[in-house]
């Protein structure tokens, strides 16, 4: 059974762990102080097992404690409150360390008699007019191992009772017992119908499983029952255990509330999808694809053109160049794209809030909050962010091998064509001096050579340009593919960790935090 506690124990402290600055403050800081009473109390074994008395004014709680004594160890007088600070009763040896940290300094040793083990406590009045002793009961109440309730005939409905202690400590009927004491005072049916209705107020307050005795501390009545039902729990031992699981309990259901019985759905494909669309379109990828493929059509212009017109391409900037844009990965390079809109600004905000309120759609509050903070706590990192993605990825810019190939060839048919014009031209002036007769002219096919160098030379290049201009078309689209494809795995790195990491991270704590709470719950139950 402490086996088993300690592992309910590790799990609600694992709960605390991570509840801290999510959940409600004091419920995260009862569940730490339940661990570290536990802690406390398992530390100091498991020999003794303690027993309080606690009860109204005028309840009998001093007298019974002498008669289950059996000496006159409290003060019992009409003078109330008689009991002015709490006092022990110790069977047995070893307690002592106990008694230090449950700080009662009376202490009265008894001589074993079948409650070896037994640490039974006198309190003062839970309603007394002193508030030291009202606090004193408090803390004896929330230490103690058993509390055993007296009341008496006229006491035993009194709200203080009701409405301070059984109710809110109604979990823990196995660390309770509620003794009716003054029995001598009432005629056998009054007695019958008193325990009736005291067994209705208590299912009334939700206790169960507490023992309800009968007793007569004046005349001995019932005083050998409560006596073996104390001797049964110091013998088993499971007192203090069953206590603090009852503690565990409380605990563990004050931080349930934040746990539903199913789990939150998750990041859906498709609002993560929209998240992405909308941190792309902020980080201007459809501009910066339209700046490749131009610019693959423009520098392959310039490589494969038609020699003497391919200046004209030079007339128009480079549009990588113009935004800035590196031929290689360089997330260190501020690019010229302009910062996100209003409008791509708000889509990205949506689509995060979005992703975040159906991710945790169907979890309790504060979930949803939470979750949505995750989603948009680092807003304001979005857009340089977006612009280091865009300025490392591979844009995929090389120039190709064929260009060069394609170069030279436009080079030779350019030269072909001066050479045909060169040699056309000195034939004109030739002519034009009447000396063109002397200086052979070599043709082809009837054609002279110059003629079939500069013709043939122009239609050549002209024909190369034009079929590089359709290849480098291609070209283009296919680094635009290539590029969007890096634009966008980079673009969606920076989408999952600016806000899809943080959201799955907030889930998975909720998710931790309720199963840590089912291992801490006797029934294992999720949610409430």
């Not at 539903?260 to 859906?268: K, Q, Y």
């Not at 792309?280 to 910066?288: H, K, N």
Request: aromatic residues 4%; contains cysteine.
């Amino acid at each position: 059974m402490k086996g088993k506690l300690d592992e309910r124990l590790a799990a609600l402290r694992e709960a605390a762990d991570l509840a801290d600055g999510r959940l409600d403050n004091k419920a995260v800081e009862r569940a730490r102080a339940v661990v570290a009473q536990a802690g406390e109390r398992l530390g100091l074994g498991l020999e003794s097992t303690v027993v309080a008395l606690a009860g109204p004014t005028g309840a009998g709680k001093s007298r019974l404690f002498n008669a289950l004594a059996g000496e006159d160890l409290a003060a019992v007088g009409r003078r109330r409150p008689t009991t002015d600070a709490g006092q022990a009763a110790v069977w047995g040896d070893g307690a002592d360390p106990l008694l230090d940290w449950l700080q009662i300094p009376r202490r009265h040793r008894l001589a074993a008699d079948g409650l070896d083990g037994l640490v039974l406590l006198d309190l003062p009045d839970f309603d007394s007019v002193e508030s030291a002793h009202r606090l004193e009961v408090d803390r004896i109440v929330g230490l103690a191992d058993l509390v055993a309730w007296v009341v008496e005939p006229q006491k035993y409905a009194d709200a203080a009772l009701h409405d301070r202690y059984l109710r809110p400590l109604a979990s823990h009927g196995e660390a309770m017992a509620v003794v009716l004491n003054q029995a001598d005072l009432l005629s056998p049916r009054d007695v019958d119908a008193w325990r009736a209705d005291v067994g209705r107020l208590l299912a009334e307050d939700g206790v169960r499983g507490a023992p309800l005795l009968v007793v007569s501390a004046e005349t001995g009545e019932g005083l050998d029952e409560l006596r073996r039902l104390l001797a049964e729990r110091v013998r088993a031992r499971d007192a203090a255990v069953a206590r603090l699981a009852a503690d565990v309990d409380d605990a563990a259901e004050a931080l349930g509330g934040a746990c539903s019985d199913e789990g939150a759905p998750g990041v859906r494909s498709e609002d993560r999808r929209r998240l992405f669309t909308a941190l792309e379109d902020a980080a201007g990828v459809p501009a910066v694809l339209r700046a490749v493929e131009a610019a693959h059509r423009r520098r392959g212009s310039l490589a494969t053109g038609w020699p003497f017109v391919r200046w004209v391409s030079r007339l128009r900037p480079d549009p990588l160049r113009r935004l800035r844009l590196p031929e290689t990965p360089r997330p260190e390079v501020r690019t010229s794209l302009p910062r996100p809109t209003d409008v791509q600004t708000a889509q990205v905000a949506t689509g995060a809030r979005g992703l975040a309120d159906r991710a945790a759609e169907g979890l309790p509050e504060p979930w949803p909050r939470l979750v949505r903070e995750a989603a948009t706590a680092r807003d304001a990192e979005v857009a340089d962010r977006l612009d280091q993605a865009v300025s490392g990825a591979d844009l995929h810019v090389s120039r190709p091998r064929w260009w060069s190939a394609a170069s030279f060839l436009q080079k030779a048919f350019a030269l072909a064509v001066l050479a045909g014009g060169l040699w056309l031209l000195v034939l004109a002036v030739l002519g034009f001096l009447h000396v063109d007769e002397v200086v052979p002219l070599p043709e082809a096919y009837g054609i002279p050579i110059p003629t079939w160098l500069l013709a043939g030379g122009a239609l050549a290049g002209i024909a190369l340009a034009f079929l590089a201009r359709l290849v480098n078309g291609g070209g283009a689209r296919r680094r635009a593919r290539a590029a969007s494809r890096s634009l966008r795995a980079r673009v969606e790195e920076v989408g999952q960790e600016l806000v899809v990491a943080p959201v799955e991270a907030e889930l998975d704590v909720e998710r931790r935090l309720c199963e840590a709470l089912a291992k801490a719950r006797r029934g294992g139950r999720r949610g409430r």
